[in-house]
């Protein structure tokens, strides 16, 4: 059932896309079958190979626009894109490969209250639903006031993740996605708006589903160590050794790390320069160890004596 809000809150909705036609498609309905529909819909289209063709409007007269890019950018500047072309006073963001459910706009517009005066920041973000393991709940606490944004991401596990993420379109360029980076931009967004003096909203209930698409392409980034080093060397200097310790240990060992890093930091902790968080820490130091190629090829034989013990 569809709800009346005051029109004042015009929305607009921006999806970064590159060559997920299919996906683009189910995200688009998500946000056309919302209960409160936004004005427009903008799909920056990041230098796909395909020929990407879309309707001028679609669902319940929700205008849509495909901004076309020569030359690959990546999702963040992207979305800054899509930024400088909005006309909705509130801005939201959904990936290609991500869904809404469908009162999402409606809540996330409810909590944001009433238009505040121009000089005031605040972003909303909520939890949202893995779809790819069990539809598992992302994100179960809020920040506290005076938290700040690394000790909620890496010391307390706090989940920010950008389909969920609104904003209003007059804090564009003070809050922005940083178009350098191409991992981690969910947080360097918050960490970025909590420097900006910017509020948070935090709604707990899960309005997202995430999705973990398996393209090659996203395989390889998340893989890849070197995209998570950038946002690491950006943010070094304000990193407590708690901080350092979690994003070593939660993050940049599940990449592929070169053995010299790898020594690196073994020597680190040994110098107890760093610290292996949690009570699983022989596991995490042996992971270190062996790498992410040891860990695959313990879980590949793992298969083959299960498989063989299932013959016998």
Known sequence: ?????????????????????DLLWVAIESISSQTVVPR?????????????????RCGDNIVLRLIRESENHGAAWCRNRGIEEATGDLIAFLDADDRWLPDKLERC?????PKPAGNEAKVLFSN?????????????RSPYDGQSMLDFILLEGGY?????????????????????LRRHQDWDFAIRAEMAGCVFVYLHDALVEYSLSESPARISKAISC?????FFEKYNKLMSKGHVSSFIFNVLIYKKMSVALRLAIVERVLLREIEIPGKDWASLFARLVIGWGGVNLIKQLRRIIQAQDYST
Not at 160 to 180: E, G, K
Not at 226 to 230: A, T
């Open 226 to 230: 070197e995209p998570s080093l950038v």
């Open 1 to 21: 059932m569809r709800c009346d809000f005051d029109n004042a809150y015009n929305v607009s909705v921006i999806i970064p896309h590159y060559n997920s036609l």
């Open 160 to 180: 920010i993740q950008t389909s969920s993420i609104m904003m209003w379109r007059h804090q564009y360029p003070l809050i922005s996605f940083d178009a350098s």
């Open 109 to 113: 517009i409810a909590a944001f209250g």
């Open 40 to 56: 427009e819909i903008i799909v920056v289209d990041d230098a796909s190979g395909l020929q990407l063709e879309l309707p001028g």
């Open 128 to 140: 949202v639903v893995l779809t790819d393991a069990g539809r598992r709940i992302l994100g179960n």
